[in-house]
């Protein structure tokens, strides 16, 4: 018990160190308007010097990554079977099922899942 209490008050300690080496030396110690602006040859930019991001792009991204969340939560439903009764089970099962359908009944009707429109 004691080396536990030692070991872990030792990691949060060296944590604590590189984080705070962290902080100190991602600062910036000038901050010049100057620099930070685009260049050309001293006058004002012509176009934005930024590209327009694809929104459609992310939401697809967004439902991919709920959608891959959902699966990473049913797989262990299939190792649980084992220790659960049949009955809590499939009505766990049925219930989370008709939730996800659900939202891509939702998805599909608000058109988030039409990549050309």
């Known amino acids: 018990m004691n080396t536990m209490l030692i ?3 030792m990691l949060i300690i060296i944590t ?15 901050i ?12 004002d930019p012509f176009n ?4 327009p991001f694809s929104l459609r792009f992310f939401l697809i991204a967004v439902i991919f990554l709920i959608f891959d969340v959902e699966i990473a939560i049913l797989l262990p ?14 009505l766990v099962s049925v ?3 008709v939730i996800l359908l659900v939202g891509l009944y939702h998805e599909w009707n608000q058109g988030a899942l039409e990549w050309s429109s």
């Not at 934005?48 to 590209?51: F, P, Q, V, Y």
């Not at 439903?77 to 659960?84: C, D, P």
């Open 7 to 9: 070991v872990s008050t």
């Open 32 to 43: 010049d308007r100057e620099k930070s602006s685009p260049f050309e040859c001293g006058f």
């Open 77 to 90: 439903m299939i190792e649980s079977l084992k220790t659960s009764s049949m009955g809590s089970w499939s």
């Open 16 to 30: 604590n160190i590189v984080m705070l080496i962290s902080v100190v030396l991602s600062k910036k110690s000038i």
């Open 95 to 97: 219930i989370f099922i």
């Open 48 to 51: 934005k010097s930024r590209i």
